[in-house]
């Protein structure tokens, strides 16, 4: 069993910058993916984020150049450095991490990002 624990997120004003943490703890070393997120309220969960084990990322349109995912393969960790944040950045923002074909897919618990205007 894989538990994935999210810290970081927060209140910022339009412009300001969070930076979002996940540490998994279990057996991982099958877990090809690991990325970030969202949900906005009444709207569906949608990627922000992936990287692969080997470092390749893939980012929403929404946040690219804006976002940066990265991994530590060492300490079982995905970073998201947030930078120039909307407030249509507002959400839940969930940590993912799973195998090439999904057959194991877990998730964290979630942590709120609120943008102010």
């Known amino acids: 069993q894989v538990q994935l624990m999210e810290s970081g997120g927060g209140l910022v004003q339009a412009g300001g910058s969070l930076r979002l943490s996940c540490v998994a703890s279990?057996?991982?070393?099958?877990?090809?993916?690991m990325g970030w997120y969202r949900q906005a309220p009444g709207k569906q969960r949608e990627l922000v984020a992936v990287v692969t084990r080997g470092g390749s990322t893939n980012y929403a349109d929404s946040v690219k150049g804006r976002f940066t995912i990265s991994r530590d393969n060492a300490r079982n960790t995905v970073s998201l450095e947030m930078n120039s944040l909307k407030p249509e950045d507002t959400a839940i923002y969930y940590c993912?991490?799973?195998?090439?074909?999904?057959?194991?897919?877990?998730w964290g618990q979630g942590t709120q990002v609120t943008v102010s205007s």
């Open positions: 993912n991490a799973a195998s090439v074909t999904r057959t194991l897919d877990y």
């Open positions: 279990g057996s991982i070393f099958r877990l090809n993916f």
